[in-house]
């Protein structure tokens, strides 16, 4: 018995000295991964409470230069795409479509997790989930131009190829967060023009693609949205 507790006594000890090693070797690496993990996201609450950690640390970075906030290829993540030009759009009249390679479950939970702070007064019997090649999700007419943004990097963000999709007579685009900075969302319209979505902008008054040609924008496959068959003018 006294060879097992001293065996025990050994091993704890042996697991502080791992830890602690740990912790000296690599205490710059944890302290700045606990940082970021504060970085503030809108459907996780917990980072709102903890978010001014991160907020101090990105002021620091700041006013002194010091490297602390997760870099997405050199950005810091806030980083506002420039623009050559605003394409009005008319947001209300046309359809709304989430396409994303991802399972039912999984979207209905990522829908009831955006209903949850949406302002608009949406149901989730509103939108319809059907199967193709991928998840298609016709979101409800009344959704903001704020709203879909903010689903759409959510989708982005969870499941990695998602798009989010608007059809209109006039206009149909698709689009996706990138990856690069953390509140851009890029896109393509059916004409070629590319664009970005800033969704820190007041997107209730500002409805409109920031157009720019200079954008690294991947391709979109129509034929997912339409269970594998391309139609006209599409």
Known sequence: MEIILYLLVVIFFLLLVGLAYTLVKDFREIVL?????????????????????????YGLEKAFGWEIIEKYDD???????????NLKLDFSNGDK???SDTSKIKAESLIKDFLEFCDGDLKFESFKISSGLNLKIDCPNQITFYDFSLLTQHFCNEATKSWGIFKS?????????????????VGQTTDGQKFS??????????????????LVVNTFDWKLINNGVQQSGV
């Not at 606990?34 to 709102?48: A, D, E, G, K």
């Not at 008054?205 to 200079?214: A, P, V």
């Open 97 to 99: 479509i989430i396409v």
């Open 75 to 85: 950005s810091d993540g806030l980083e506002k795409y420039p623009s050559t030009g």
């Open 169 to 185: 007579n006039w206009l149909t685009y698709y689009s996706y967060s990138n990856k690069k900075t953390f509140h851009n969302i």
């Open 33 to 57: 991964g606990l940082v970021n993990m504060c970085q503030p996201q809108l459907f996780r609450p917990i980072t709102w409470v903890i978010s001014p950690i991160w907020f101090i640390g």
């Open 197 to 214: 979505i800033y969704t820190l902008d007041d997107l209730y008054k500002d409805q409109y693609l920031r157009l720019n040609q200079e």
